[in-house]
């Protein structure tokens, strides 16, 4: 059964920095599509940031050009650099893995967040608190 288990949250000031880490387990995980998404208390989960098989990126408008996503297959870890930030990038974050040959991008990570309640699709993992005062 596949894990994954973010870790690399905190609290930060805005216009700082933080990097999330997303540690894979028990999968070739370079089999998977991956992605990053983030809830508020109360609210749906949303699909921020993609990467497929071949290490090409998506990314939600609200955090392009200031979130940039990366994977290292070999450690079985993906990654999530967060600069800009900004006090409404408060949030739980989550990772997302699904094993797929197929599009990877962010329709396909957005369904991930739409479907994580149901737990029938995909992977994610229990989340990292992310908190920018302002």
């Known amino acids: 059964h596949l894990h994954v288990l973010e870790s690399g949250g905190g609290s930060v000031q805005s216009g700082g920095s933080l990097t999330l880490s997303c540690k894979g387990s028990?999968?070739?995980?370079?089999?998977?599509?991956l992605g990053w998404g983030r809830q508020v208390a109360g609210q749906s989960r949303e699909g921020i940031a993609g990467?497929?098989?071949?290490?090409?990126?998506t990314y939600e408008d609200s955090v392009k050009g200031r979130f940039f996503v990366s994977r290292d297959n070999g450690k079985s870890t993906m990654y999530l650099q967060m600069n800009s930030l900004k006090p409404e990038d408060t949030a739980t974050y989550y990772c997302?893995?699904?094993?797929?040959?197929?599009?990877?991008?962010?329709?396909?990570?957005?369904?991930?967040?739409?479907?994580?309640?149901?737990?029938?699709?995909?992977?994610w993992g229990q989340g990292t608190q992310v908190t920018v005062s302002s």
């Open positions: 990467i497929d098989r071949n290490g090409v990126t």
């Open positions: 997302a893995a699904l094993k797929t040959s197929g599009r990877c991008d962010m329709s396909t990570i957005q369904t991930l967040a739409l479907r994580a309640p149901r737990g029938d699709y995909g992977y």
């Open positions: 028990q999968m070739p995980f370079d089999e998977y599509c």
